[in-house]
């Protein structure tokens, strides 16, 4: 049997794997940057700051969904954190997107900005992004998971 000591190890190894130096990647705006098809848990940093964790059941699709507004919640509040005050601005949505001016200006920002990192696991990914979230406060995350019942 696995016992919380066990899970907490796991998830130890799991949180340095991602915030190691060593595996993080530049963010270029290019399809397929992330070639891992398993599911797995991801990493977003700004300026090498933490500020995004996510799961997902394939990874190569989640980190290509970031090349569009619509697909990926990071990438709205990037938009909403950098450009909101713009008078272009409005806000984006899984429907609409931002106005192809701040478009242009977001994507400058995230290959200025932005890297992250993933691994592959088969199991205990929401378990693990609600464990990171819980056990780091003091981090300023753009998106929050509320524990799941």
């Keep these: 049997m696995i016992d919380e000591k066990d899970?907490?190890?796991?998830?130890?190894?799991?949180?340095?794997?991602?915030?190691?130096?060593?595996?993080?990647?530049?963010?270029?705006?290019?399809?397929n940057q992330c070639n891992e098809v398993e599911a797995g848990v991801y990493c977003f940093f700004v300026d090498n700051k933490l500020k995004y964790i996510g799961e997902s059941g394939c990874l190569k699709k989640r980190i290509n969904d970031l090349l569009n507004t619509k697909n990926h919640t990071f990438r709205r509040s990037l938009g909403e954190l950098y450009f909101s005050s713009n008078e272009l601005y409005t806000k984006a949505s899984s429907t609409s997107s931002y106005h192809s001016d701040i478009e242009k200006l977001l994507e400058e920002k995230m290959k200025k900005h932005l890297s992250f990192s993933h691994m592959a696991m088969k199991i205990g990914r929401k378990e693990f992004e609600e464990w990171?979230?819980?056990h780091?406060?003091?981090i300023e995350f753009l998106n929050k998971r509320t524990k799941r019942k």
Aim: hydrophobic residues 40%; proline residues 0%.
């Design 132 to 134: 990171f979230q819980k």
């Design 136 to 138: 780091f406060k003091e």
């Design 7 to 31: 899970i907490e190890n796991y998830f130890i190894e799991v949180r340095d794997y991602l915030l190691n130096k060593e595996n993080k990647v530049k963010f270029n705006l290019i399809r």
